[in-house]
């Protein structure tokens, strides 16, 4: 019988743990708390453009468009109305609805042809600026035997003539007379290709197009089911009009809401599903199955710290944290496993004495895990520093419930079943044999297999893949003229006039890389500030210029007085006694854009960007000078991760080194060095069976080997102290290892891969180090442990 | 019903069930022609220009593949009209589309089925009138939408036996594009090479 104070104390204390961390838990709305938003799992960094612009894309215009494609149903009724019309009705009723900011039909020209109106007004200020550029770079790179407005005259005659036979001159030759100097149809030419067919006829296959804009972020709640309900409602409206009407449209808000929905039941399910298979290998191998019971509240305790900790520190905490922080029970139940399958020294041993037996290996175990996993405190990636403190304060928490659980029971051990504690006999040549070549078939494995490893990392593989809805969305993207051969990119800049300069540097650079290639972005409607700045002397260097143009058309074969309405706009743009500031410009351009086109330009305080859609597939990304990515750079962050692989692996190698140190100071050199071999090699055996088996490996992996180096480590230590006893290595180890193998390998079967990644790391490396951990002695044929009968 | 023309032939209005017999076979051997490879010669008459701006390249007309016109001089690009709509190919190869149905194809796109000679197709979009003298005929198409009406004007075809000689747009006021068709090899079978580089 324990000391009925120390029961007390022990409950007492629990008690008032447990109470405390579940009212902080219940008063601390997680709901709200929890993020299932993939942006909530990489840092916000002013320097970084790719996720800067990942966060505002997601957060405007971009992540808020909504593509529908409707279409009369084939057993319409004779008379019922065309797709088309349907198109206006749905984006009419849509547009009445308080979640959708914006519908519109594609086959409307009437916002395209606002756009077109007022660049077209415009373009004295907007275009001007740039041609002249262009213009005075030729003629500063040519003789200069002749004044430059009477190069420029001459130089805008011949252009206007060639351009007359070619095939666009029918189409514009009703804005010639305003625009001899060709300022608009050269933008349209430029622009061309900017939006797919689709976007241009509002027409795809059968389909009839609607472009919407939801009210709200689709990352948001607000932008998910209210979303949702208004394309039904929208629709109802249209199958009010023709029953048999079809209905395909995506969205970020789809694969949004499919992703929480997934990953939800993806945090049951595996909370649940690693519960129980650690409670399954206790149950195994122990003697009295109903006492394994006992096991749970270590584990409940474990986590419930961790949860509260996590979510104290944190005001968001994503939710992948819980779903990596399910191995908890894996990992929280070895203190179990230690205190309560322990053997006592003599049958009236006092819970107290045994504990104190342990407390050295426990708390070295303990410890040095937590310091390393201190160490991901500092890593940049916000889920990284929270999966640190979620494993640290689960450890802490596990290791406190389980000292004061088993003080309060009457018997705190438990037997285990004979099989789990078998050993081959060492003396065996056999035995000896086969362990020599499994450890040296795992050093082969481990030596040969990391030198083929590859690495790679997709922000897209911390979110369960939705193969329906991306065939969907490529269907109806389809159906929008977007086949995905072309480049999209975006240029940022502090402000939209530092993003048009930056533009001006990627088109440049663009027009090298990819010669042929034709780049189109709104952008290309707005001269650089530098370019506005300059125009009023510019202007006023071409005082000459409107009589000489107009002796230059005489000589080409024009009739001069039919470009009275360009001499009229010239000389009114050249009158005007101040030039609006450069922002004031912008704004009214902006002001103009509606629909499709507005989503690719994004001007905001401190952010601004541009979108260019360029006509060539996949190849070099431009340099960082230029300020702009590609979406595919955007969609994987493979390169920002490339930074935080790195930066996890010097945190990760600094934490081993601790841990490394921690157990030398207390093993000491010798002692220590065996100790630390057994999950450097189960480490290193994993990488290599990776490596050989050609697995790529992403950061998880990297964190998925840190985690099972620091939990193959106590394995190790708990083996070196029964060797010092001379005792035989305790049960515990086995169903330790069992139990993380089990619990990890459940995250090995989740639909998220970089989870899964995790998983199957951790369970390799755990197996290995058992393996080691028992092969060892028999390979070397020591028989230092005192066995049973010996 | 008919009305006199200015120069003294008779032009009838052209519908389903009235063209009679004379414009009922001429329709239908201008529509069996199949397909063909024409000179021709393009005259775009603008009205801020004193002269016209001429284009001269090769027709290439098939009833399944529709019409390209390979422009030659001054600039070499290719020009294909078909039912998806229209191509431009320049002459470093790129090439624009323009979809069939959007405003831009414009009245290019509406030479597909009068090349073909597609009347009943012709009948809903075009009010047709025809005359005919002696060999010679021409057929006028203007549209029935009043916008299309305005934009492009109405569209000429001229002829002499079962030989299509002449096409004109004609916009009241502004621009009028005459395009003269040459020597004109009928059945011709395009090459692979041909198909791949003017057709789609």
Redesign the interface.
């Given at each position: 019988m324990e000391p009925a104070r120390q029961k007390w104390a022990a409950r007492a204390l629990l008690a008032v743990a447990v109470a405390t961390m579940v009212a902080w838990l219940m008063g601390a709305n997680l709901k709200s708390r929890i993020s299932t938003n993939v942006l909530d799992l990489i840092p916000s960094e002013p320097g970084l453009q790719e996720l800067n612009m990942v966060r505002s894309l997601a957060d405007q215009d971009e992540a808020r468009i909504i593509l529908l494609a409707v279409r009369a149903g084939t057993a319409s009724a004779p008379g019922a109305p065309a797709s088309d019309i349907l198109a206006t009705d749905l984006a009419r009723a849509l547009a009445s609805e308080p979640a959708i900011a914006q519908a519109i039909p594609l086959a409307d020209h009437i916002p395209r042809d606002a756009i077109a109106r007022a660049i077209f007004l415009r373009r004295l200020s907007l275009l001007l600026p740039g041609w002249l550029d262009t213009m005075k770079r030729q003629y500063d790179s040519g003789s200069k035997s002749v004044p430059w407005p009477a190069w420029l005259a001459e130089k805008a005659a011949q252009d206007l003539e060639a351009f007359l036979a070619k095939p666009e001159a029918i189409a514009a030759q009703d804005v010639v007379t305003s625009d001899p100097l060709l300022l608009v149809p050269r933008l349209a030419n430029r622009m061309e290709g900017i939006s797919g067919p689709g976007f241009e006829s509002g027409q795809g296959a059968n389909y009839s197009l609607v472009w919407a804009l939801s009210r709200e972020s689709p990352l948001s709640e607000g932008g998910q089911e209210p979303v949702f309900a208004a394309v039904n409602d929208a629709m109802s409206k249209v199958r009010a009009i023709d029953a048999g009407a079809e209905l395909r449209w995506t969205g970020v808000a789809r694969f949004a809401a499919a992703s929480r929905a997934r990953i939800e039941r993806e945090v049951r399910l595996l909370n649940i599903l690693s519960l129980c298979l650690v409670v399954g290998v206790a149950a195994a191998c122990v003697r009295k199955i109903h006492r394994a019971i006992h096991l749970v509240p270590v584990v409940l305790g474990g986590l419930l710290g961790a949860w509260t900790v996590t979510a104290a520190a944190w005001h968001r905490v994503h939710v992948l944290v819980f779903v990596i922080g399910s191995l908890l029970a894996g990992v929280a139940v070895d203190y179990g496993f230690y205190l309560f399958l322990q053997p006592k020294l003599r049958p009236s041993e006092p819970y107290a004495e045994r504990a104190r037996r342990l407390v050295r290996p426990l708390l070295a175990s303990a410890l040095t895990t937590v310091i390393g996993f201190s160490f991901l405190l500092w890593s940049e990636l916000p889920l990284i520093r929270q999966l640190g403190v979620f494993v640290s304060a689960g450890l802490i928490f596990a290791l406190l419930t389980a000292l004061l659980w088993f003080a309060q029971i009457d018997d705190s051990h438990l037997d285990t079943r004979s099989f789990i504690r078998w050993r081959p006999n060492p003396a065996g040549r056999g035995v000896r044999l086969a362990s020599r070549l499994a450890l040296f078939a795992g050093a082969v494995v481990a030596l040969a297999g990391p030198w083929r490893l590859h690495w790679r990392d997709d922000i897209r593989e911390l979110e369960i893949p939705t193969p329906d809805i991306t065939a969907n969305d490529s269907a109806v993207r389809s159906l929008f003229g977007d086949d995905g051969a072309k480049t999209v990119y975006l240029t940022q800049g502090a402000s939209l006039a530092d993003a048009r300069d930056n533009l001006e540097s990627f088109l440049k650079w663009h027009a090298v890389a990819y010669p042929g290639s034709k780049a189109a972005a709104v952008g290309m409607a707005l001269p650089t500030k530098e370019q506005w700045a300059r125009l009023p002397s510019e202007r006023a260097a071409l005082a000459d210029f409107p009589g000489q143009f107009r002796l230059a058309l005489e000589r080409h074969g024009f009739q001069v007085e039919s470009f009275a309405p360009f001499f009229r706009a010239w000389k009114d743009a050249a009158a005007s006694p101040t030039q609006p500031p450069y922002e004031a410009m912008v704004r009214e351009l902006e002001r103009s854009l509606r629909g499709p086109l507005s989503s690719l330009v994004h001007d905001a305080p401190g952010t601004a960007w541009f979108v260019t859609i360029a006509e060539q597939g996949p190849g070099p990304d431009p340099p960082a000078s230029t300020n702009t990515v590609t979406d595919s750079q955007l969609q994987n962050l493979n390169r920002l991760f490339l930074k935080y692989r790195i930066s996890a692996l010097r945190l990760s190698c600094v934490g081993l080194a601790f841990v490394g140190a921690s157990v030398f100071v207390l093993y000491g050199i010798r002692r220590g060095a065996r100790i630390f071999a057994i999950p450097s090699g189960a480490c290193l055996f994993a990488f290599g069976l990776f490596g050989l088996l050609g697995i790529t490996l992403n950061l998880f992996n990297l964190l998925g080997a840190f985690l099972g180096v620091c939990l193959s480590h106590n394995y190790a230590i708990f083996t070196a102290e029964s060797l010092r006893r001379h005792e035989e290595p305790p049960p515990s180890i086995r169903m330790s290892s069992l139990a993380a193998a089990s619990s990890f390998g459940v995250l090995s079967l989740s639909r998220i891969p970089v989870v899964s990644a995790l998983g199957s790391t951790v369970a390799v490396i755990v197996i290995a180090a058992l393996a080691i951990t028992e092969l060892t002695p028999l390979a070397s044929g020591e028989n230092t442990v005192q066995r049973p009968g010996q | 019903m008919g009305w006199a023309h200015p120069l003294g032939a008779e032009t009838v209005v052209i519908g389903p069930g009235t063209p009679g017999p004379k414009w009922e076979s001429l329709i239908g051997a201008l529509a069996r022609k199949g397909p063909i490879r024409a000179a021709f010669t393009e005259r775009?008459h603008?009205?801020?220009?004193?002269?016209a701006?001429v284009?001269t390249g090769v027709l290439r007309f098939s009833p399944r593949l529709g019409l390209s016109l390979q422009?030659m001089r001054?600039?070499e690009?290719i020009?294909i009209a078909d039912s998806r709509?229209l191509e431009?190919r320049d002459s470093?190869?790129?090439s624009?589309?323009?979809?069939?149905?959007?405003?831009?194809a414009?009245?290019?796109e509406a030479i597909l089925p009068i090349m073909q000679f597609d009347m009943p197709a012709l009948y809903r979009a075009f009010i047709v009138h025809g005359e005919m003298t002696g060999e010679g005929w021409s057929l006028e198409f203007t549209p029935k939408d009043a916008d299309l009406s305005e934009a492009f004007g109405s569209i000429v075809v001229s002829g002499s036996s079962t030989d299509v000689k002449r096409l004109e747009f004609k916009r009241a006021g502004?621009?009028h594009?005459e395009i003269d068709v040459g020597e004109t090899q009928t059945g011709v079978s395009f090459s692979q090479d041909e198909l791949k580089k003017y057709f789609r």
């Open positions: - | 775009r603008f009205a801020f220009r004193r002269e701006t284009l422009y001054p600039e690009s020009l709509g431009i470093t190869g790129r624009r589309d323009i979809p069939a149905g959007s405003g831009a414009g009245v290019i502004s621009m594009v």
